[in-house]
């Protein structure tokens, strides 16, 4: 076999096994062979290319900024009069800051979407950034066939409502849904729309199965009008089931994670939220609620750091009696409770779970390093590993000593907690730093042993 492609299948493979920020994530490589490419550097190009492409096209979308309100139709949109399969939309850099695909803020409706996502099958869109438009930055049809959706190292930013919504089919679920390393953000907070209500969420996702949400950044998804509750960062809904949350943060929130919302038994069931981070300081700017809520029957909330500095008083809940066999297990937090509602039943299986952490227990608190200080934390070898659960936020194998941690890090000896990422999310999660460090001496091994297999 021909030692570079060799030496690069083994590299991406490695980056993947490392990358856990959407600033580290791995590149998809180069286009299958068997694609058509085309290449794009204006809004007029890319909105032909996307709309008139054939099967197993690649769309390379060059550096520079597009504007949405120079379309007639104000946005971007896939056929929806015929079947596309295997179409790819990618930023040619791999930076989602070179391409930045915009209308004119949030309130403004000169451009109404970002993307609209119809009849295509297997759509992979990646390596952009989709910002101030009037509804959502990406809303995707599963009612019209649009299914096998991946969104990859995007930038979802400044959306009227849900920056990211998977709308409500009649029969049709929505499968293999899958988002990662997206960063779903607002400036400053969601502003009211003309009727003055405001209306958001990072995603809204109805009516999906299987969902992957994981190694996703959240920030500042909250009203600014501090007198209307924001709906929650992720909520999945509507006949949703078997979601996976995995590996995410969540910087200044008013709700974190919704898994079921309304008073049925089938609006989502099962799911794994694992190794999240959560933190907002207690503030009056705006409202602040729960962090996970779930009416998901047989749903498990697993090794997830959750500081909320006593914002609110339960930052878990459950919800209806149908809710049964939820199980919270090896979660720290700094306050709160479990808060039972409406009749929900206690599973009688939560175990390993810390309510009153002190900070003084941590890294450093204060650059929201939520990692062990040391050995002797509270929190460190505490609880027995959970098979679903047997790396960390890192991707550490759990356990590191006899047992293992409680909350989304494992402590390991050899950490270089006080080292920092080299990203533009240093001051949101620097808890997740020293990947590069970690990274840069294994591939140096990668590379020996490399050398020596292939007598380069």
Not at 208 to 216: A, K, P, Q, R, S
Not at 265 to 270: A, I, L, V
Not at 330 to 338: A, C, E, K, M, V
Not at 345 to 353: I, K, R, T, V, W
């Amino acid at each position: 076999m021909n030692f570079t492609k060799t030496f690069l299948l083994f590299f991406v493979f490695f980056l993947n096994l490392n990358a856990l920020l959407p600033s580290d994530a791995p590149s998809l490589g180069n286009p299958p062979d068997t694609h058509t490419i085309v290449t794009v550097s204006t809004i007029e190009e890319l909105n032909s290319a996307i709309y008139d492409a054939v099967d197993h096209t690649t769309i390379w979308v060059k550096s520079g900024s597009y504007d949405l309100t120079t379309l007639a139709q104000k946005q971007l949109s896939t056929p929806n009069n015929y079947k596309l399969t295997d179409l790819v939309i990618r930023g040619e850099t791999g930076n989602p800051e070179d391409v930045i695909i915009e209308g004119v803020s949030a309130t403004d409706d000169s451009a109404t979407f970002g993307i609209q996502i119809w009849d295509t099958e297997n759509v992979v869109i990646a390596d952009m950034t989709f910002r101030r438009v009037f509804y959502h930055c990406v809303s995707i049809h599963p009612e019209n066939g649009a299914t096998q959706v991946k969104l990859y190292h995007l930038i979802f930013e400044d959306a009227g409502e849900q920056l990211v919504k998977v709308n409500k089919g009649t029969d049709n679920a929505l499968e293999g849904l899958i988002i990662q390393y997206c960063t779903f953000k607002y400036t400053d907070g969601v502003p009211n729309k003309s009727n003055g209500e405001c209306y958001s969420n990072g995603i809204s996702a109805h009516y999906v199965t299987g969902m992957i949400l994981e190694n996703c950044l959240f920030r500042n998804n909250y009203c600014q009008d501090s007198g209307q509750l924001c709906g929650g960062n992720i909520l999945v809904w509507s006949k949703s089931k078997d979601t996976q949350i995995i590996g995410n943060t969540f910087y200044n929130y008013a709700q974190g994670i919704v898994l079921g919302l309304n008073e049925d038994e089938d609006d989502h069931t099962g799911g794994i939220v694992k190794n999240n981070i959560f933190y907002r300081a207690k503030t009056t700017n705006y409202q602040q609620d729960v962090s996970i809520y779930v009416i998901s029957k047989n749903a498990k909330v697993y090794h997830n750091t959750i500081i909320t500095e006593d914002s609110y008083y339960a930052p878990l809940e459950v919800r209806y009696e149908f809710a049964t066999g939820v199980v919270f297990k090896n979660n720290l937090l700094d306050s709160g409770f479990i808060n039972y509602r409406n009749n929900a039943p206690d599973a009688n299986q939560n175990s390993g779970n810390i309510f009153d952490v002190e900070t003084d227990q941590f890294y450093d608190y204060d650059s929201q390093n939520f990692k062990a200080k040391n050995e002797n934390a509270t929190f460190v070898d505490k609880v027995d590993t959970i098979q679903e659960c047997n790396v960390d936020f890192s991707l550490i194998t759990r356990p590191q000593g006899e047992k293992s941690d409680i909350g989304a890090f494992e402590y390991k000896l050899d950490d270089s907690n006080d080292s920092d990422n080299d990203s533009d999310d240093d001051d949101i999660v620097s808890s997740a730093q020293n990947i590069g460090a970690h990274l840069f001496g294994k591939i140096l091994i990668l590379f020996s042993f490399l050398l020596i297999l292939f007598k380069f």
